[in-house]
């Protein structure tokens, strides 16, 4: 079979075609993403693909950072949640740990519930049905998450969900098919996201459509989760929550797929962002707990992903000391913005006239992406700069002159945050274009800004260059030796090293790329191979490869990875059962499934009834998240126990089935 694998991420979209049975990748295809119209990157990539290999695809896998880039910068639908049975002390006290706002997409349906269904009192659902008239107006979705879930199969759930489906047309999700964990409030964020998630998987899977339309394509369509595995486009559009860091899982599954290495660090660079992912025994490292987004802690499952700041788009920046230095923001490459408004290299040649080094990053550029309404609440100097820039960009100093301003006093910050302009600048990017390493756009306008920054240095260019080139790998190194510390001790785990620790990993770092040892030096070490995947990362890892004793990989379609990572991926559903102490009768046991309660007074026959429950629940949702048969089968079992008088004291034991399918 012939599939079609596709990654929007947050500077490309890429393609690939792909044949299933041989494992092989027929063609593959990049272009921008097109965030303000997403439909225009998809056609775009498409486009670049051979047409008569297109039109013999069968099927569709995406993969995305939608999701992701949404938690993050904050721009998503009018999602809410109703928390029952949880307080208004508790919640107050304990929301902030969680990312979860305190504001009016939260309602608290205030009851008594207990984990053995004694002594619980009803909501008072009659003035719950009066206060959700309000609550929901305008709304894109609601989840709504109870306490104790479990034990009571989500029945207040289920009946709060039916109150406002009486009252709107709008989607309505039960946490407890969400998540089967515990923790209300951790439940609680999770599905907070996943409302205010569903219009923009929406947009992009309608996106998708519209251009699959196009090209006369009729295709199934499904998309990469957060553990690796794949889902139908169905039971994306319902849970969205699943896709969160869905791009860097692809580009790990797509590493694993084109090596087939056993041990490895998979370093993912694009154009913003660098990911590490961690393989082990051929299986990709999974995160404990859950998946957090900046502030939101949730308990969707995932594999184990740090991202830091560096890609082919970070800004190159000199500081008061006159020192060239990497930023943590990402800026539209000169080579970009030369490429495609010819009159930049017109406004790059004034800079000439600074002839000695100048404090000033005068060789910046800036470009309106979308005009402010009247209700933005700019100042009047923002206004103007952005009608400024209405004809194209415009360089720091001549955007200064547009405005009546002066260089120093120009503040472009806010507008630039709120993505009204773009600031463009010197990037690794235009440094792969000085080089030769890259040749997409246009050189001369990098070299422009380049001979500036130098003499701004006191450098030649080539020596800006290797200056650049260092702080990349540096940037690299010092992450890798930080995640591979987090990961391999305990000592580290979860925490930010300390000066100490970073001023050693800096030493040694210099020490390996000086490649000399002092009287005494430290060094770091790894058997695990560095798997290079993104378009400019075969610059830089070899290198830094050859400072940690190891080597590194680089897949034929290292560029396009996230696709193939899609398209290769199968399908995978996890059902968890409880078996514990019955508390009306501790000598018997309780097993708590998803939709059952049953008391047993034989512990094995408890075991061998929840394994055939959650059995059969894994194979049902497996088919709904679109998995075909063959179907594999996997048990896990986790028994909880507590030292009492020199005995162990049983308190619960949960057996969990994982169900996998072909994608396709």
Known sequence: ?????????????????????????????????????????????????????????????????????????????????????????????????????????????????????????????????????????????????????????????????????????????????????????????????????????????????????????????????????????????????????????????????????????????????????????????????????????????????????????????FDSSGTAVLGTQRILPLAMLGAVYPSVKNQL???????????????????????PGPDAGLSDIEYRICQALKNGPLSRENLAAAISRDIYTMKTERLEQAGYILRSGITPSDIMHIKGDFSEYDRSASLLGAEFMARSLRLTVDELCETVYTLVQKRLYCNLVRILLDTEYSLFRNSIPDAQINALIEKSFQSALEGRTDFFSAGFFSDAVLIGIGAPVHLFLEPVARMLHTRAVIPEHASVANAVGAVVGNVSASVTAQIRPDPVSIENFRVITQETSVVFTDYEEGVAYAREQIEKAAEELLIQKGGRPPFSTSFSQNKQEAPIDGSMLFLAEYITVTKTGKAF
């Open 1 to 317: 079979m012939i599939g079609l694998g596709i990654d929007t991420g947050g500077t490309c979209t890429d393609a690939v075609i792909y044949d299933l049975a041989q494992n092989t990748v027929l063609a593959s295809a990049k272009t921008p993403t097109t965030k303000e119209d997403l439909k225009t990157g998809i056609r775009n990539v498409l486009d670049r693909l051979p047409q008569e290999l297109l039109s013999s695809c069968r099927t569709l896998a995406l993969s995305t950072t939608l999701a992701t880039n949404a938690c993050v910068e904050g721009k998503w639908g009018n999602g809410r949640l109703i928390l029952i049975g949880l307080d208004r002390n508790t919640f107050e006290s304990s929301w902030h740990k969680y990312g979860i706002p305190a504001s009016e997409d939260i309602y608290l349906l205030e009851c008594h519930l207990t984990p053995t269904l004694n002594n619980s009192t009803e909501p008072d659902w009659e003035a719950f049905r009066s206060d959700m008239t309000e609550f929901v107006k305008g709304c894109d979705c609601v989840s709504i998450v109870q306490l104790f879930a479990r034990e009571y199969h989500g029945q207040h759930e289920q009946q709060a969900a039916d109150i406002i489906r009486e009252i709107a047309d709008i989607p309505v999700i039960l946490g407890h098919n969400l998540f089967p964990d515990r923790n209300i409030l951790r439940r609680g964020t999770g599905a907070l996201l996943n409302a205010r998630l569903i219009p923009v998987i929406y947009e992009f899977l309608g996106a998708v459509r519209h251009v699959l339309a196009e090209f006369h394509l009729d295709l199934p369509l499904l998309i990469m989760r957060s553990d690796g595995h794949l889902m139908s486009s169905d039971y994306t559009a319902l849970h969205p929550v699943e896709t969160l860091l869905c791009g860097p899982a692809a580009s790990t599954m797509g590493a694993l797929s084109m090596t087939g290495e056993k041990r490895a660090v998979v370093v993912d660079m694009g154009g913003t962002t660098t990911d590490i992912s961690i393989i082990r025994d051929g299986e990709p490292l999974r995160i404990e707990g859950g998946i957090q987004i900046a502030e939101w802690k949730t308990f969707v499952k995932g594999l184990y992903v740090d991202t830091f700041a560096l890609g082919g788009d970070t800004e190159v920046l």
């Open 349 to 371: 040649m004034e800079l000439d006239k600074y002839s000695s080094p100048y404090p000033v990053p005068v060789h910046e550029f800036f470009l309106l992406l979308k005009e």
